[in-house]
């Protein structure tokens, strides 16, 4: 797999404006989200697994009864990427 550019500090603040919630926290691009129910949540991880599969970029998940966190960067790059920021969007359903 070939390493995607990492984002400079100007391009990671420019995609951060664009996303809703998502912050840097230790390098990684991380959401939490809360749901009304444990089930909402579990349908939401399904979703986002189903899409991570899709874009071949997988997050970390925490889950926490009706919390769900996601934490993304691109390993083989070693840092943030584009990658990051298409997939925090397509689980925003943007």
Known sequence: ????????????????RG???WSVEEGRLTKKYLFPTYAGAMEFVNKVAGIAERMNHHPFISIDFRRVTLRLTTWHSGGLTGLDIQSAKAYDGE
């Open 19 to 21: 996303l809703t919630g």
């Open 1 to 16: 797999m070939a390493k995607e550019p990492l984002l400079n500090e100007t391009e990671l603040e420019e995609a951060l």
